[in-house]
């Protein structure tokens, strides 16, 4: 969608920039026509990809794309942080056997 959006934008530039460079002669009103309905485009992905980011709108129904990701990365930082855990975990295990074996000798 973002690339989208950079796309229009560099097409919207580009009618402006031949509509400048234009001399004389009869006014056409296409490039005109064709700037506002890319500009109307461009306004609509715009609310679009707001609305996907904020879960609403039309996304609404589902889970916004932010919300799932700031869900991915917590149950990444937490599973990350249970397997640090873990591995002191077990180095503490492995001492206490070292120990106990210290210990039968």
């Avoid at 580009?14 to 009103?29: C, F, L, P, W, Y």
């Avoid at 996304?59 to 397997?83: F, M, W």
């Amino acid at each position: 969608m973002k690339k989208q959006l950079a796309e229009l934008e560099a097409k919207v530039e580009k009618v402006e920039a031949a509509s400048a460079n234009r001399h004389g002669g009869q006014r056409d009103t296409k490039p005109a026509l064709v700037k506002r309905e890319l500009e109307q485009l461009l306004d609509y992905k715009r609310r679009e990809l707001r609305e996907m980011e904020s879960g609403e709108g039309r996304s609404k129904a589902g889970a916004s794309l932010k919300g799932v990701a700031d869900e991915i990365s917590t149950v990444k930082e937490q599973v990350d942080g249970l397997e640090t855990h873990l591995r002191s975990r077990e180095q503490v295990l492995a001492e206490l056997k070292q120990e106990i074996d210290n210990e039968k000798r």
